[in-house]
């Protein structure tokens, strides 16, 4: 078992700045993927950044250049570091681990971001 917990969303204005952290804890494998996902009513999941125990990230299109993925292994916590919000970034962002070949698959309970002027 993999426990997650998100913390640091909150309500920011457009053009500012919030920074998401994931702690993991429990059965953690060394190999894995750390990821954030957001989700709006009436739509999927999707998935916002991701980044391996190696520190290699990949982004959403609509994110890259704005948002940055990184982690402290030592932590077993990863960051989202997120840049220029606008209105259409507003959503549950929740935090995933994943390993053993996705047998391994975590969720955390979600942290709300408003942009709102």
């Known amino acids: 078992q993999v426990q997650l917990v998100e913390s640091g969303g909150g309500l920011v204005q457009p053009g500012g700045s919030l920074r998401l952290s994931c702690a993991a804890s429990?059965?953690?494998?060394?190999?894995?993927?750390m990821a954030w996902y957001r989700q709006v009513p009436g739509k999927q999941r999707e998935l916002v950044a991701g980044i391996t125990n190696a520190g290699i990230p990949n982004y959403a299109a609509s994110v890259k250049g704005r948002f940055t993925i990184s982690r402290d292994n030592t932590k077993n916590t990863v960051y989202l570091q997120m840049n220029s919000l606008n209105v259409e970034d507003t959503a549950v962002y929740y935090c995933n681990y994943k390993a053993n070949r996705g047998r391994d698959d975590y969720w955390g309970q979600g942290t709300q971001v408003t942009v709102s002027s």
């Open positions: 429990g059965s953690i494998f060394s190999i894995n993927v």
